[in-house]
C-alpha cells in the first residue's frame, strides 16, 4: 500500500466499475494514473473525481439530419 494511491480494484469499486473496465479507463487515459512496473496505482482524488462517461461506443452513435422522417 502507498498512502494516497488505490490499486485497479480498489478504484474500480470507488467508482462503481468492474476491474477490467477500470483497466479500459486507465489505457484509453480517461483516469489518471501512476505506472509501478507492471502495475497502475491511481491516485485517490482521480478515482474520487472521476465521471463515466456516456455508456455506449460513440463510433456508432449516428446522428440523423434534422430533416429526416422514420421510415414506416
Known amino acids: 500500500e502507498i498512502p494516497g494511491f488505490l490499486t ?4 474500480a469499486r470507488e467508482i462503481g466499475v468492474s476491474h477490467a473496465q477500470a483497466t479500459r479507463y486507465i489505457k484509453a487515459k480517461l483516469l489518471a494514473f ?27 452513435a449516428k446522428q440523423r439530419p434534422k430533416n429526416s422522417k422514420k421510415r414506416r
Do not use: C, T
Open 8 to 11: 485497479v480494484s480498489e478504484a
Open 34 to 60: 501512476k505506472s509501478v512496473g507492471s502495475q497502475y496505482l491511481i491516485p485517490v482524488e482521480a478515482a474520487k473525481n472521476f465521471e463515466r462517461p456516456p455508456r455506449g461506443n460513440p463510433n456508432f
